[in-house]
């Protein structure tokens, strides 16, 4: 996995690992398929008409007989370049990756095929969360968009779109957020109980 490749750091954990919903990657290669399919039933259209008219009715439709070579290399050329399309879609859902652990959410955001951003955000700092579904479909399939507000300036919040179960995703980092500020406010507790002793030199006395 993608986020194996990601440094935790000691005695971290991953809570949960989600990526986009799989309706928005199922819509897109969708379309896609709408776009590389569409040319082709056209050409198939226009040969069929042209091989069933009558010669009366030949002057209506244009004899695309002659043409086939060139346009068959143009759909090849369409169906890879619709292919390239459908392969840059996968790309981007399969490597977007949000990540919860017990110290900070990471945010992998595939810009490009060779354009990699890597977030982190950490959950002490993390002020507000909210959760945005929109539309029957969202609301029937169970996605939506989450939104954080962190400590300091405004480029450190985030936003994530399209998310499975938002809301129990919310559940795990507000839990988690908790657990961390629980755990660092014991932390100084303990050193406020416990301070470092201060030792003083040892001062013998002098043979005579």
Known sequence: MLFDKIRLEENEKVLKVVRRHWFIITIELLAVAILAILPTLIVLAFHLMSN?????????????????????????????????????????????????????????????????????????????????????????????????????AIENNFKARGLPDPRNLQAIIQQATDNRLKYIYQGEQSQQANPPQQFSPRIFPENT
């Open 52 to 152: 069933n008219s009558s010669p009366e009715e030949g002057s209506r439709f244009v004899d695309i007989s002659s043409h086939m070579p060139l346009i068959w290399f143009g759909l090849v050329t369409w169906w890879l370049l619709c292919a390239m399309i459908a392969g840059a879609a996968w790309t981007h859902y399969y490597l977007d990756i949000w990540a919860v652990t017990d110290r900070r959410i990471v945010s992998i955001d595939q810009v490009h095929f060779f354009n990699r951003k890597v977030n982190s955000f950490r959950l002490e700092r993390l002020q507000d969360i909210k959760v945005q579904i929109n539309g029957i479909i969202p609301t029937l399939l169970n996605f939506g968009t989450i939104r954080a507000q962190t400590a300091g």
